[in-house]
């Protein structure tokens, strides 16, 4: 049977054959309780009984032939007498100060929860010798004599939970008591005030327990600091649930000796140093939790005649005390590996499971090795402060859940998870680990991983993923990258066969590109895939109608809650649509007068840049052709500029209105000075076009000669020659300078073109004045020693 409470708070039972629900607010808490208790089976009874108390308010009935008695919230103060079958009594809410003296032997279940009792004493129990099930949570116990509960022989559940001023002083008189009994289940949770100064757990205070067979142990909420060294040694060897929650447990040598818990399957150390609201009545309530024979504080007993030094012991201490508790079992193994110290702690050889989440402590994962067996297979560390994911840790090949969710880590390295070779299931949602994930781009961070069936990166500020982050995944069946800013989802997922659930909801997705659409369908066509797009901005556009087309047409692929899907239209309004296939057909119409539109667009733009190109190519076809030439010249002949013979010393470009000057000047300086010049008057060749003349005129000459004069700028022939010169310049002579511009008259720099105006300051440039003889004879000499030198 299965007894499960609904949302709206009623009871079902579920069996093979039927299920039956009850409303319990219908209920009275006999009913209840009644069903509670004869759920084990159907065919059990359960029925009222008329009375079997003095006090006729407490109401009766038999449930598999024993009697149960609900007295609960009549404001008792003093126990009625009830009939000698009663075994099981329920007290809870009621007004005792004392313990009940007046029950009868048979009684095996007792509950006394929410009232006001103070002590407990030997006398006031002595009668109950058939007690089995005790709870006295939520009273106002401050002390339990030694010896309460000797007498109770078949004693195997006992809760004495959220008494603040009982204190885990106590619990030296309970242990040695407990050894009498056949306890199973302790709970002393919360039996310290919240605040106040730490505790520590003693030797002293659970030595006892070694002779009983306790499997469960609840001391959690207690401000524990630690546990004295050795202490675990003296827990039964039948333990199998330690829970010590909710406490302030400090680093110290007590966590080596956790290998002693030899038969620990479950270990809870959760909410360590958390918070705890503060009730107004906290400030009107002295907690006195400390007793005088309490010896809990945070210090720790190094012998007789040492310091005490709280938590800071010395080598000496440590290695004296170690030989003395780790007889039954190594707590730790130290070694060198690539030079850094690494430690090997050993944790209870049997854990299965265990709780270390929501705690206040701010670390980093460090290298470690854990010494654990095959049965250790869960591990939740989540909602903490872990910043950094380093490790490795090693010793995790048996874990096939790690929960490290919600733990403000922005670090993982690609080595953490090197060793958790069987998880099943991983959840690293609601942290910051996108830049760990952005730089994976070989897929090393998981590349052990091949049987995680479940992976969670929810709200990890993911932007990006790459390509081969999940290569190592063989199968994965449920991915969540939900609440992260993916814009582009391109991962490659087509070797993940298993896979059936993918969740990208609330990203910046605004379609998915045809790769993954194809990988999808692949997919699906092995087993349905559901897919959550839910709160993103899905374009819908007419450059986008294959993505939507592809969601109407996919029927193996589930798209989840798409009733809730936002689309984003040309116009930047939102909308949603119950109605996805009207939606489709909508955009479908509008597009296909759309394809027209973009054709014509797209054929009109095709003849336009046909038209510039051909203009371009025109305007400077003869450059083109230069360039041609000098591109054939150079394949042709490999040696050094610096090696070729001109057959021009210079090459003298000129406008017509100019050439009386520049033919004067030409003949004198090869008449006094030898030079070889080239004017296009007298070199060029007849029948050759004039760009392939200039070509050859400027590559044939160690210096082209730009005679700058007004008839010059507006020349286009002479433009031509000097744009000729600069691609010579700095393609042929490796940007050496080749252009020597002469200026007559210093007013034309005035009229240079912008084109012009970094060549006149780049590159060298003579003034002459052609009225005045005398500076004209030393223009000529200046000239002449330019032409001859290889540099200027």
Same mark, same amino acid.
């Given at each position: 049977?299965?007894?499960?409470?609904?949302?709206?708070?009623?009871?079902?039972?579920?069996?093979?054959?039927?299920?039956?629900?009850?409303?319990?607010?219908?209920?009275?808490?006999?009913?209840?309780?009644?069903?509670?208790?004869?759920?084990?089976?159907?065919?059990?009874?359960?029925?009222?009984?008329?009375?079997?108390?003095?006090?006729?308010?407490?109401?009766?009935?038999?449930?598999?032939?024993?009697?149960?008695?609900?007295?609960?919230?009549?404001?008792?103060?003093?126990?009625?007498?009830?009939?000698?079958?009663?075994?099981?009594?329920?007290?809870?809410?009621?007004?005792?100060?004392?313990?009940?003296?007046?029950?009868?032997?048979?009684?095996?279940?007792?509950?006394?929860?929410?009232?006001?009792?103070?002590?407990?004493?030997?006398?006031?129990?002595?009668?109950?010798?058939?007690?089995?099930?005790?709870?006295?949570?939520?009273?106002?116990?401050?002390?339990?004599?030694?010896?309460?509960?000797?007498?109770?022989?078949?004693?195997?559940?006992?809760?004495?939970?959220?008494?603040?001023?009982?204190?885990?002083?106590?619990?030296?008189?309970?242990?040695?008591?407990?050894?009498?009994?056949?306890?199973?289940?302790?709970?002393?949770?919360?039996?310290?005030?919240?605040?106040?100064?730490?505790?520590?757990?003693?030797?002293?205070?659970?030595?006892?327990?070694?002779?009983?067979?306790?499997?469960?142990?609840?001391?959690?909420?207690?401000?524990?600091?630690?546990?004295?060294?050795?202490?675990?040694?003296?827990?039964?060897?039948?333990?199998?649930?330690?829970?010590?929650?909710?406490?302030?447990?400090?680093?110290?040598?007590?966590?080596?000796?956790?290998?002693?818990?030899?038969?620990?399957?479950?270990?809870?150390?959760?909410?360590?140093?958390?918070?705890?609201?503060?009730?107004?009545?906290?400030?009107?309530?002295?907690?006195?939790?400390?007793?005088?024979?309490?010896?809990?504080?945070?210090?720790?007993?190094?012998?007789?005649?040492?310091?005490?030094?709280?938590?800071?012991?010395?080598?000496?201490?440590?290695?004296?005390?170690?030989?003395?508790?780790?007889?039954?079992?190594?707590?730790?193994?130290?070694?060198?590996?690539?030079?850094?110290?690494?430690?090997?702690?050993?944790?209870?050889?049997?854990?299965?499971?265990?709780?270390?989440?929501?705690?206040?402590?701010?670390?980093?994962?460090?290298?470690?090795?854990?010494?654990?067996?095959?049965?250790?297979?869960?591990?939740?560390?989540?909602?903490?402060?872990?910043?950094?994911?380093?490790?490795?840790?090693?010793?995790?090949?048996?874990?096939?859940?790690?929960?490290?969710?919600?733990?403000?880590?922005?670090?993982?390295?690609?080595?953490?998870?090197?060793?958790?070779?069987?998880?099943?299931?991983?959840?690293?949602? %609601?942290?910051?680990?996108?830049?760990? #994930?952005?730089?994976?781009? +070989?897929? @090393?961070? &998981?590349? /052990?991983?091949? !049987? *995680?069936?479940?992976?969670?990166?929810?709200?990890?500020?993911?932007?990006?993923?790459?390509?081969?982050?999940?290569?190592?995944?063989?199968?994965?069946?449920?991915?969540?990258?939900?609440?992260?800013?993916?814009?582009?989802?391109?991962?490659?997922?087509?070797?993940?066969?298993?896979?059936?659930?993918?969740?990208?909801?609330?990203?910046?997705?605004?379609?998915?590109?045809?790769?993954?659409?194809?990988?999808?369908?692949?997919?699906?066509?092995?087993?349905?895939?559901?897919?959550?797009?839910?709160?993103?901005?899905?374009?819908?556009?007419?450059?986008?109608?294959?993505?939507?087309?592809?969601?109407?047409?996919?029927?193996?692929?589930?798209?989840? %809650?798409?009733?809730?899907?936002?689309? #984003?239209?040309?116009?930047? +309004?939102? @909308?949603? &649509?119950? /109605?996805?296939? !009207? *939606?489709?057909?909508?955009?479908?119409?509008?597009?296909?007068?759309?394809?027209?539109?973009?054709?014509?667009?797209?054929?009109?733009?095709?003849?336009?840049?046909?038209?510039?190109?051909?203009?371009?190519?025109?305007?400077?076809?003869?450059?083109?052709?230069?360039?041609?030439?000098?591109?054939?010249?150079?394949?042709?002949?490999?040696?050094?500029?610096?090696?070729?013979?001109?057959?021009?010393?210079?090459?003298?470009?000129?406008?017509?209105?100019?050439?009386?000057?520049?033919?004067?000047?030409?003949?004198?300086?090869?008449?006094?000075?030898?030079?070889?010049?080239?004017?296009?008057?007298?070199?060029?060749?007849?029948?050759?076009?004039?760009?392939?003349?200039?070509?050859?005129?400027?590559?044939?000459?160690?210096?082209?000669?730009?005679?700058?004069?007004?008839?010059?700028?507006?020349?286009?022939?002479?433009?031509?020659?000097?744009?000729?010169?600069?691609?010579?310049?700095?393609?042929?002579?490796?940007?050496?300078?080749?252009?020597?511009?002469?200026?007559?008259?210093?007013?034309?720099?005035?009229?240079?073109?912008?084109?012009?105006?970094?060549?006149?300051?780049?590159?060298?440039?003579?003034?002459?004045?052609?009225?005045?003889?005398?500076?004209?004879?030393?223009?000529?000499?200046?000239?002449?020693?330019?032409?001859?030198?290889?540099?200027?």
């Amino acid at each position: 049977m299965i007894i499960r409470v609904t949302r709206n708070g009623n009871l079902a039972f579920s069996t093979k054959y039927k299920t039956m629900k009850f409303s319990v607010q219908k209920m009275d808490d006999v009913t209840v309780l009644c069903l509670l208790l004869a759920s084990s089976l159907i065919s059990h009874e359960c029925f009222m009984l008329k009375n079997c108390s003095s006090n006729s308010k407490c109401k009766c009935f038999n449930i598999n032939g024993y009697l149960h008695a609900n007295c609960s919230n009549l404001g008792l103060s003093v126990a009625p007498e009830f009939h000698p079958n009663v075994e099981s009594v329920d007290f809870r809410l009621n007004n005792f100060l004392k313990f009940p003296s007046n029950l009868t032997r048979n009684i095996r279940y007792l509950n006394l929860e929410h009232n006001f009792i103070e002590q407990l004493t030997r006398e006031s129990v002595h009668q109950l010798r058939n007690l089995e099930n005790l709870s006295m949570s939520n009273n106002e116990l401050k002390s339990i004599e030694k010896g309460t509960f000797m007498t109770f022989t078949e004693l195997r559940h006992l809760d004495l939970s959220y008494n603040l001023q009982l204190s885990l002083s106590t619990l030296t008189n309970i242990s040695f008591d407990l050894q009498f009994t056949r306890i199973k289940v302790l709970i002393l949770e919360k039996v310290q005030c919240t605040y106040g100064i730490s505790t520590a757990v003693y030797i002293e205070q659970i030595r006892h327990l070694s002779n009983t067979s306790l499997e469960q142990f609840n001391i959690a909420s207690n401000r524990i600091n630690h546990f004295e060294f050795g202490a675990f040694s003296y827990l039964p060897k039948t333990l199998r649930i330690f829970n010590f929650a909710d406490n302030v447990l400090s680093f110290g040598a007590y966590l080596l000796n956790l290998g002693q818990l030899s038969n620990v399957m479950m270990l809870n150390a959760s909410y360590q140093s958390s918070f705890h609201a503060i009730d107004p009545v906290d400030f009107n309530f002295r907690c006195k939790d400390r007793h005088e024979n309490d010896n809990s504080d945070f210090s720790i007993d190094f012998g007789p005649h040492e310091e005490n030094t709280g938590l800071d012991f010395n080598h000496r201490d440590y290695k004296r005390k170690r030989s003395l508790h780790f007889a039954s079992g190594r707590p730790f193994q130290e070694e060198i590996v690539g030079g850094k110290q690494n430690t090997t702690i050993y944790l209870p050889p049997n854990l299965r499971t265990i709780y270390f989440h929501d705690n206040m402590y701010k670390y980093a994962f460090p290298t470690l090795f854990l010494n654990v067996s095959d049965t250790f297979t869960h591990v939740h560390f989540q909602n903490s402060i872990i910043y950094r994911f380093d490790g490795p840790v090693y010793g995790m090949r048996s874990v096939q859940y790690l929960d490290l969710s919600n733990n403000f880590c922005s670090r993982v390295s690609n080595d953490f998870f090197i060793d958790f070779l069987n998880i099943q299931v991983l959840n690293l949602s %609601n942290n910051l680990l996108w830049e760990s #994930l952005k730089v994976d781009k +070989s897929g @090393k961070i &998981f590349r /052990n991983q091949k !049987r *995680l069936q479940v992976l969670d990166l929810a709200n990890n500020k993911i932007g990006a993923l790459p390509r081969d982050i999940f290569r190592g995944f063989s199968d994965l069946t449920y991915l969540n990258l939900s609440s992260n800013s993916l814009a582009i989802f391109n991962v490659s997922i087509s070797h993940l066969s298993k896979l059936k659930w993918i969740d990208l909801s609330s990203n910046q997705l605004s379609s998915l590109n045809e790769e993954m659409r194809t990988t999808l369908n692949s997919l699906s066509d092995v087993r349905k895939v559901s897919l959550n797009l839910q709160n993103n901005p899905l374009r819908c556009s007419c450059s986008n109608i294959q993505f939507l087309t592809w969601i109407g047409q996919s029927r193996n692929i589930e798209f989840l %809650n798409m009733n809730n899907y936002t689309w #984003l239209f040309q116009n930047s +309004s939102q @909308k949603s &649509f119950n /109605n996805f296939t !009207r *939606l489709l057909k909508e955009m479908e119409k509008e597009c296909a007068s759309f394809t027209l539109v973009i054709a014509l667009t797209s054929a009109l733009l095709l003849v336009v840049v046909t038209i510039i190109i051909s203009k371009i190519v025109h305007r400077y076809r003869w450059r083109i052709r230069y360039l041609y030439y000098v591109a054939r010249r150079d394949r042709r002949n490999q040696t050094a500029n610096k090696n070729i013979s001109y057959h021009f010393d210079a090459f003298v470009s000129y406008a017509d209105e100019d050439r009386e000057f520049v033919i004067a000047l030409v003949k004198y300086m090869e008449a006094n000075f030898n030079l070889r010049m080239c004017i296009h008057q007298r070199e060029f060749i007849p029948g050759t076009g004039i760009v392939d003349n200039i070509t050859n005129a400027i590559h044939n000459s160690r210096r082209t000669i730009c005679f700058l004069t007004s008839h010059y700028l507006s020349s286009y022939w002479c433009d031509v020659e000097i744009n000729m010169a600069r691609i010579e310049s700095v393609y042929s002579r490796g940007g050496s300078n080749v252009l020597l511009f002469i200026i007559p008259k210093r007013s034309v720099i005035k009229e240079l073109p912008l084109k012009w105006m970094d060549l006149i300051e780049s590159k060298s440039y003579m003034e002459v004045c052609t009225q005045d003889a005398r500076e004209l004879s030393s223009f000529r000499d200046r000239l002449a020693s330019t032409l001859r030198t290889d540099e200027f």
